[in-house]
């Protein structure tokens, strides 16, 4: 990463969301530049030295995709020098669309010459084949090598002569000659999957440098301090770094021994002698691609449904018989089609495999989803992330063990500890009372827990950390400090971080270092320094003896890289930020000692798991993760770039910006938690080297893609917004607040959704603005009081309060982890229970006088969706406020008519089990 000083700051390139929009601005440049060769050529206003401006502004970027090519552009140039106008036109017509629609990829025609293509006569029979090219999935090599700029052509034909009918899969290849330019391809173009790098490339770029070297700076790579050694060896190190999916290939004259040897070589795929064949080659690549694009069990069971069996199983829609016999429920047959009436089974032989004890396909499925997230194992979980949490706890934690626990996390957390009788000590976020959500954990605070249970002796029964990452709303914790920080006081804590949001996150070189098994990778890279170790005795040095616990709190904590067990859990909701059915989700483990808990995690899943899983749902499990190793990395950016385009739009937007808004990160994270000083992806000034310092360092990072969009400024509460735009406009958004709603990009969003989003959000404006004209002076009062009082009038959130005694167990005077699966259980005693009305001033007068009450159960309002009140937790002014101010109807645990379920306070030791 760089640490030189930004030459210009604020410099429109170097902004992120110009970083992020170079896929979409290509297109936008080629689309211009047919515009304006139109316009030549309709002897409108452009001329040709207007159409030539735009053709250069194309920019060396364009040597970094397959199409259109050398050719193509050079006929184009000429066209323009040659005052060819329409001639110009018509094939800038050609590029552009074939660009804007990717056609290219599988229509030969976009690629010949000008005049090849007008003298081609369409013909059905031989539709797009000339070169080769149908219907199999395209992608596209890098070819690193001396003299690339001028053996360039040579280079793509060569390849091009390798083609065979029989391949499965067709590629261009994008030849470049030097280290500066690799990285720039491989970071701008997604459609690259393999590079193959030739021995004697340049360090630094030729030509138009200085445009590459900005970008390259601007991506937080400085090339020029990258060890120039062996520049093969370091691009694949590096490139590995950016886009751990590509397949990476070395064509060498050296002895492949030695190179092998190098630890830099690991992400090479396969190292050939130069003299070789190239077919050697060709062939390489072609696996490597069908390594990733292979799903064992999609694969299988796509045989299966072909296969003609009758079933004498339960299952009677298996095949499809008792659907499409009946005259009643044909209609669902012909709604789902027969494929997915074939492909259903309750058989785990014949070609399918038992997701509950893996061995064949599902297991081979599970091995790939571990090579493509970056961690050891994965289960694969079909009833959602709230079963995968469930069993990470049950696995994992034992009665009595402590967990240190996010009160504001997913409900499957808080049960998963009833479940498995762990003793949450929660830790709170920091809260955003003005737009009643919460943000995420501060480290301070869990360092402090941590020490507390030290100081009380019980650090050995703290078992787990258990983390959102990133939240609801789209805080980001700072993964690898927290944990390093936490090993520091702790050497083998367990680590649960609930990804259900972020699962795409690893395909982003962005948000990867941030993710679980992007800093668990970071932290094993840094235990196997030498250097990690000095650091640690250092620190150790410095702070001497019995340091205090303040002072430990104010440190930056270094872990003994000798005595850490690093031990990561990661859960993902797959079908939340990916390709898969409703319910598919992921359970990830990066655990050293995994082998002692093997074992239970089988109990887990055999708790946990339907013994019926859907056949569908592993099979989108698998798919998901196809279409992440081949096109996750576009896909990803593409949604970062989707994001910003809508904060950009909203906020800027002279009419929109005066109703809505959408949240920046110096309005979701507070000043302290934010140490470089970065305020917001598009604040003016600020630009990629501050949000690579920013992911790099700050505690806290916010997820371009989570936007929370204020709507109470615009007089909408949450809820009401949500619905209004659903029902009048199609537009459905995620959760909501008091008065705001949350919006998400994902790898399904399109400019269009853009456009269609901001076209909505005028009507809406426009609408409000003729409303308070047509009001006069109380209109306009009335609006201004609704708004304040969404903006304003907002209730205090509550904190935990605490356990009430008879669930404390043995815990001290500082911590406040309890025994709430006893509390849980003494609700099912009616004797032992009591309901109080909300607004009883019994209510009033227990608070005052005692004696204390005790909820009976969880309580969670939706929004803000956590639990206000868990078993056996002594309930306080502050949550009764709350409670009372809450406008929302949806509140789990809590029936208004009968009011709060209470354990009675002389009934609250009977359960109590040890
Ligand atoms: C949605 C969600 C879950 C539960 O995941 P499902 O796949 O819906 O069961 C768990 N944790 C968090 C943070 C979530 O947002």
Redesign the pocket.
């Known amino acids: 990463m760089t640490d030189k000083a930004a030459t210009s700051k604020g410099a429109s390139n170097r902004r992120i969301d110009h970083f992020f929009s170079l896929p979409g601005a290509r297109a936008d440049r080629w689309r211009a530049l047919h515009a304006s060769a139109r316009d030549w050529a309709r002897r409108g206003r452009s001329d040709r030295a207007g159409v030539r401006a735009l053709f250069d502004a194309l920019g060396s970027y364009e040597g970094f995709f397959a199409y259109p090519g050398n050719k193509l552009l050079s006929s184009l140039r000429e066209r323009i020098d040659g005052d060819q106008a329409e001639a110009a036109a018509a094939l800038a017509q050609r590029i552009s669309e074939a660009i804007l629609t990717k056609s290219y990829k599988a229509d030969a025609t976009d690629w010949q010459s000008a005049e090849a293509a007008a003298e081609a006569t369409p013909d059905l029979n031989t539709p797009t084949m000339a070169r080769g090219m149908g219907r199999r999935p395209y992608f596209e090599m890098l070819v690193v090598a001396p003299g690339a700029s001028t053996r360039g052509d040579s280079i793509i034909e060569q390849v091009r002569r390798l083609r065979r009918p029989e391949d499965a899969f067709i590629y261009e290849a994008v030849p470049v000659s030097s280290f500066e330019e690799a990285i720039c391809a491989v970071i701008l173009n997604p459609t690259i999957a393999a590079v193959t790098l030739y021995e004697g490339f340049f360090h630094e770029a030729q030509g138009e440098a200085p445009v590459l070297r900005d970008f390259l700076a601007s991506a937080g790579y400085d090339a020029a301090h990258i060890a120039g050694d062996d520049l093969p060896l370091s691009l694949a190190d590096v490139l590995k770094r950016i886009r751990p999916e590509l397949d990476l290939y070395m064509l060498s004259d050296r002895h492949v021994e030695h190179i092998a040897g190098d630890p830099r070589a690991a992400g090479i795929r396969r190292v050939l002698y130069s003299v070789e064949e190239l077919l050697e080659l060709h062939l390489c690549v072609l696996e490597g691609i069908s390594d990733r694009f292979r799903t064992p069990f999609f694969d299988n069971l796509k045989k299966y449904a072909m296969r003609p069996i009758s079933t004498f199983h339960a299952l009677p829609i298996a095949r499809g018989k008792s659907v499409f016999k009946s005259d009643w429920i044909r209609d669902m047959g012909e709604f789902y089609g027969l494929n997915i009436f074939l492909a259903e089974s309750s058989a785990t032989t014949g070609g399918l495999d038992s997701l509950l004890e893996p061995t064949g396909n599902i297991k081979e499925a599970q091995e790939m989803a571990a090579r493509a997230f970056g961690c050891d194992h994965v289960f694969f979980v079909t ?7 469930k069993m990470v706890h049950q696995a994992l934690v034992a009665p009595g063990d402590i967990v240190l626990l996010d009160r504001n ?5 808080h049960y998963g500890l009833v479940l498995a009788g762990g003793q949450p000590l929660y830790i709170e976020a920091f809260p955003m009372t003005e737009y009643s959500m919460y943000g995420a954990v501060p480290l301070a605070s869990i360092k402090k827990a941590l020490l507390d249970l030290k100081a009380e002796g019980r650090l050995d029964r703290a078992k787990m950390v258990d983390l ?1 990452n990133c ?2 709303d789209g805080h980001i914790y700072n993964t690898r400090r927290v944990m390093e920080e936490c090993l520091a006081i702790k050497p083998d804590l367990i680590f649960l971080w ?4 972020f699962g795409f996150a690893r395909w982003s070189p962005f948000l990867r270092p941030r993710t679980a098994m992007g800093a668990a990778e970071a932290i094993e890279k840094w235990m196997d320094d030498p250097a990690s170790v000095e650091a640690y005795e250092a620190q150790q040095k410095e702070l001497g003896k019995n340091p205090s616990a303040a002072k430990l709190l104010e440190t930056r904590l270094i872990p003994d890289p000798r005595k850490i067990r690093l031990r990561v859990y990661q ?1 993902n ?4 930020s990916m390709s898969s059915l ?4 992921m359970l990830l483990v990066k655990d050293i000692d995994f082998a002692g808990v093997e074992a239970q995690f089988h109990e887990a899943v055999f708790t946990h798991a339907s013994t019926s899983p859907n056949q569908q749902l592993i099979a989108s499990l698998d798919v998901a993760r196809r279409q992440m190793e081949l096109e996750g990395y576009g896909l990803v950016a593409n949604a970062i770039e989707i994001a910003l385009d809508i904060r950009k739009e909203v906020n800027a937007h002279p009419i929109i910006s005066k109703y809505f808004k959408v949240l920046g990160a110096d309005q979701m994270i507070p000043a302290e938690y934010r140490q470089t000083g970065f305020t917001d992806f598009l604040t003016p000034g600020v630009d990629w080297e501050d949000q690579v310092r920013s992911m790099h360092e700050d505690e806290f990072c916010l997820d371009p893609t989570r936007m929370t969009l204020v709507c109470g400024t615009a007089g909408f509460d949450g809820t009401q917004f949500k619905k209004m735009m659903a029902d009048e406009y199609d537009i459905q958004f995620n959760k909501t607040s008091r008065n705001s709603v949350l919006l998400q990009s994902n790898i399904n969003n399109t400019r269009s959704d853009v456009a269609n989003l901001i076209r909505v959000l005028l009507e809406i404006c426009n609408k409000i603005e003729r409303e308070l004209a047509r009001g006069g002076e109380n209109g306009r009062a009335a609006f201004a009081a609704r708004v304040k009082s969404l903006m304003e009038d907002v209730p205090d959130l509550p904190n935990f309060s605490h356990f009430h005694e008879a669930y404390r167990w043995d815990a001290g005077k500082k911590t406040s982890e309890g025994d709430m699966r006893s509390a849980f259980y003494s609700a099912y005693y009616p004797e032992g229970c009591e309901y109080l009305p909300l607004d009883s001033p019994d209510v009033d007068q227990r608070l005052k006088k005692g004696p204390e009450m005790i909820s009976a159960n969880f309580v969670i309002p939706y929004p803000p969706g956590f639990p206000i009140m868990v078993p056996g937790q002594v309930i306080t002014k502050e949550t009764i406020d709350f409670m009372r101010k809450l406008d929302v109807k949806e509140i789990h645990g809590f029936e208004r008519a009968k009011g709060l379920k209470l354990i009675r306070p002389d009934h609250a030791k009977d359960h109590v089990r040890k």
């Open positions: 009833n959602g992330t709230s079963t995968s949490n996390c997913h409900k499957s957390h959102t939240t609801f609930d990804e259900a949001w859960t909701s797959t079908h939340k409703r319910q598919g989700s």
